[in-house]
């Protein structure tokens, strides 16, 4: 059986409807689980990117690229290591307000995790951490006991370490 590994794909394309679904269905097709998924704008105008991690092996990645590059709005597609990315996650955590001014430990909690505090109404406040999934699940773990109202975290955003050259792969198409 092949070592299945954390790719980070990311995905250059013209901005249609449908275009998700598609490149969702490639993954379904395979039986692969998405674990994480962000679409933004790229560095270029006019141009998204689609950040999408899965574990996979890399026969497999490989074959997934090549079935996303055939989808006509798409302009290229990579796919690369935990390695040779540079990668975070953000997540909110609301928060009882009662518990900020009640528990004294939390506020070092927050202190130690190195997340910040966003907004503080009468009832909630708003927490927001930056960092590896590892440190915001962590900070989940340490603020349920307070009264954690809810909890949302962003799928990956990554840059490579090398030079993606996305300008110039244009320029040849």
């Known amino acids: 059986m092949e070592k299945k590994e954390n790719y980070t794909v990311s995905i250059y394309t013209e901005n249609n409807i449908g275009l998700l679904n598609r490149i969702s269905a490639i993954f379904l097709k395979r039986h692969i689980n998405i674990d994480t998924i962000n679409s933004s704008p790229s560095e270029l ?4 990117r689609f950040v999408i991690v899965v574990k996979v092996s890399e026969k497999d990645i490989k074959k997934i690229i090549t079935q996303i590059e055939k989808q006509i709005e798409v302009i290229a597609a990579f796919f ?84 993606l050259n996305i300008t110039e792969i244009l320029n040849e198409k």
């Open 45 to 48: 105008d006019q141009i998204y």
């Open 80 to 163: 690369h290591t935990d390695q040779e990315t540079i990668f975070q996650e953000s997540a909110l955590y609301k928060v009882k307000s009662k518990s900020l001014f009640e528990e004294r430990h939390i506020q070092n909690i927050i202190k130690n995790s190195h997340a910040k505090i966003v907004t503080v109404s009468p009832e909630f406040f708003v927490i927001e951490k930056t960092g590896f999934r590892e440190e915001t699940e962590k900070l989940y773990k340490d603020l349920a006991p307070y009264g954690l109202l809810q909890f949302v975290r962003s799928g990956r955003i990554s840059v490579t370490k090398e030079p």
